[in-house]
């Protein structure tokens, strides 16, 4: 099944939902960077918050860039998506584990850490790009994020995401993003907060197999949501190349290159974000200091 995004308006244009389902996209990731199970929930988290936040990009060259930095063993994580959905990812410690949480689910939190940042970098063809830190409320990333819109973006949101993993890899995993627009009301917001309450975990609803629509009705509390926008399918998919490996050598110092000449006779580059491996033989560094 593909992974796809769907937009809706609720109460008659005063709510704006983004739902998701990245269940495949995050599968992806996990075999590309042989995650633990706890690493696939809270990288599948941060990658589909990104494709969440990326489907209201303009411009073909926007892009945003996700970075959570936690006091836990997970290390740094982060995320790159553009216009097209198109996403990548990378975690410092893709094999951290962790004894599941007191609610015998796996501890998402405990290893992002709960003391740390969340910066969203968003290039959206401005003079400078726009760079939103706040930090870190829980680690479970959902209710960070929740709390960078509140902060950053002066919006009140929802969010909610959920990756469920089993033996097999990734089961279900997807997302939504509730905003309340200018214009709603505090009638509309007490629906909205007891019917997110009643709906229960994001994971759940998918692996109950609810629609994409279902799920919007279901925590809006509206029955008559309005799709606005369909058939977004996000992927994973990295953009690296042996000529971006060879610029960034090209920023490398002249000596630094010229010591790995000297030692090695050769560089092996792999990509963070695909393990991509990148080989470049003596000739090719040789020609590469004499660029510069």
Do not use: W
């Amino acid at each position: 099944m593909q992974n796809e995004i769907i937009k809706f308006l609720a109460y008659n244009g005063r709510v704006s939902v983004t739902c998701a389902d990245t269940t495949q996209l995050v599968e992806e990731a996990r075999k590309i960077h042989d995650l633990s199970p706890v690493a696939t929930a809270a990288l599948g988290r941060l990658l589909t918050m990104g494709v969440i936040m990326a489907s209201d990009l303009k411009s073909e060259k926007d892009n945003i860039t996700l970075q959570i930095k936690g006091n836990g063993p997970i290390g740094k994580m982060v995320a790159v998506v553009n216009k097209n959905l198109g996403i990548k990812g990378t975690v410092d410690n893709p094999q951290v584990d962790a004894p599941l949480n007191e609610f015998g689910k796996l501890d998402v939190g405990g290893v992002v850490g709960h003391d740390g940042y969340l910066n969203v970098i968003k290039d959206i063809g401005l003079k400078e790009p726009y760079i939103g830190v706040v930090p870190i409320s829980s680690g479970e990333i959902a209710e960070d994020f929740a709390r960078y819109f509140t902060e950053s973006e002066q919006v009140r949101s929802a969010v909610a995401l959920g990756v469920l993993v089993d033996r097999n890899g990734v089961k279900d995993a997807g997302g939504y993003l509730l905003t309340a627009l200018p214009d709603a009301t505090d009638e509309d917001i007490t629906k909205i907060e007891k019917s997110i309450f009643e709906a229960g975990a994001m994971s759940k609803m998918l692996e109950n197999k609810l629609s994409l629509l279902d799920i919007a009705k279901k925590v809006t509390g509206d029955k008559n949501v309005k799709v606005i926008e369909e058939d977004l399918h996000p992927v994973y998919k990295c953009d690296c190349s042996k000529e971006k490996i060879e610029r960034a050598l090209r920023a490398l110092d002249k000596n630094e290159l010229n010591k790995i000449i000297e030692e090695d006779g050769k560089a092996e580059i792999i990509c963070h974000f695909c393990n991509k491996k990148y080989n470049f033989s003596k000739e090719e560094l040789i020609n590469i200091v004499n660029k510069k």
